[in-house]
């Protein structure tokens, strides 16, 4: 495949850093808020996390593309991040899945990135000094740093609003069904659960929710509804679920208010589960606080201690706001904490039939560490 010839570009951050590169992906200029992920593969469920919109990703790992992009491995329809940053783009796609470059993916779906930078200077800044808002583009350095100062922060933006439905849906995949051929006779974890007439019905409060997630969902006995975020109580409610799912998604949970109010009218009538976001609107409805990370989670090796077993987790995460552990109070019980910072990963509310983690516990970090979670779910609602 002949490659691009290439054009300069630049990483400006607000604080007037610069990262010279190359242009790549689609034309043009973006904005957004400056993250780092340590996932050493995974770059295309990255790529279409909606968690990430309004984002500009740094993948650490320098090596980006050589296996391409399929249509299995999507967790949307479409990429939701502002901007991609890699140090060093395969010039090639070497695997019998792939169907088209991560330069081509890019480029139809008009994700602007930058190739050639030194990302681990860019990592270690993003450590030492916080996340930050950025520009990448082919302008005069100074214009791209006048555009990253001028962005919103992330602080107070309802970015759930951007990547929620628009309508309600019925999601019917299973991880069987959607299993890639790299061994057919290899069983799927949780495929036996699988039913033509699923027993239970979830409605799912879809902030951005991955599909993985919804599969995991059904592969447990669930037949999974998804409804726009704006959704009330009243009408999911009406839709008579044996379980409500709170989904993950993008932004600042203290700006989703609307959400807050459906999951306190849902609290008690319904058994609750949320992930990531979902976790920290529970903690929210809850009258818990939540707050800025400095640099967030972001990764496939996070380490989860379960406070209720004693085992440690491996997991994946992707986040930039927390609950506070300590304005949970009485009404929920933490069961989680991050090892590193000793951060909120999971709550429990045994009277209201509701908990929440806030890593993934579909992701496959472990890669079954956390797959129990589905289990439980399910159980609450008597399946």
């Avoid at 036996?192 to 006995?221: Q, T, Y």
């Avoid at 920290?280 to 989860?304: D, E, M, S």
């Avoid at 019980?333 to 429990?348: A, P």
């Amino acid at each position: 495949m002949k490659e691009k010839p290439r054009r300069k570009a630049t990483l400006a951050l607000a604080d007037g850093t610069l990262f010279p590169g190359f242009a790549w992906g689609a034309e043009g200029s973006t904005v957004g808020e400056v993250v780092f992920t340590t996932g050493m593969t995974g770059y295309q469920e990255v790529l279409t996390d909606p968690s990430y919109c309004g984002q500009i990703v740094t993948m650490t790992a320098p090596h980006i593309g050589n296996t391409g992009v399929n249509h299995d491995d999507p967790e949307s329809t479409k990429p939701a991040l502002a901007g991609f940053v890699v140090r060093a783009p395969s010039p090639i796609s070497s695997n019998f899945r792939a169907e088209q470059s991560l330069d081509e993916y890019l480029t139809k779906h008009r994700v602007v990135g930058i190739s050639g930078v030194d990302t681990r200077r860019l990592t270690r800044l993003l450590r030492d000094r916080g996340s930050q808002n950025g520009c990448i583009g082919t302008e005069d350095p100074a214009t791209l740093v006048d555009r990253a100062r001028s962005a919103p922060n992330m602080d107070g933006l309802d970015l759930a609003a951007q990547v929620t439905p628009k309508a309600r849906y019925d999601f019917t995949e299973s991880r069987g069904s959607w299993r890639c051929s790299f061994d057919p006779t290899q069983p799927v974890i949780g495929a036996s659960h699988i039913e033509r007439d699923p027993p239970l019905h979830v409605v799912a409060m879809d902030f951005g929710a991955k599909r993985n997630i919804l599969r995991c969902l059904v592969d447990v006995g669930c037949r999974v509804t998804g409804v726009p975020a704006s959704t009330s109580a009243a009408e999911i409610l009406a839709l008579n679920p044996d379980g409500v799912f709170l989904s993950n998604g993008p932004g600042d949970p203290a700006a989703v208010d609307y959400a807050v109010r459906t999951i306190r009218d849902l609290l008690g009538k319904k058994p609750i589960f949320g992930i990531c976001l979902g976790h920290q609107l529970l903690g929210l409805a809850l009258g818990a606080r939540t707050y800025k990370l400095k640099f967030g989670h972001r990764g496939l090796n996070q380490p989860v201690k379960d406070l209720t077993t004693g085992r440690v987790e491996i997991t994946t995460q992707n986040h930039g706001f927390v609950v506070d552990v300590d304005s949970i109070g009485q009404r929920a019980t933490t069961t989680h904490l991050h090892l590193n910072d000793g951060t909120s990963e999971g709550l429990s509310v045994p009277d209201a039939r509701a908990f929440s983690v806030q890593y993934h516990p579909e992701a496959a970090a472990g890669p079954h560490d956390a797959l129990y979670l589905f289990q439980r779910f399910a159980q609450a609602m008597g399946g």
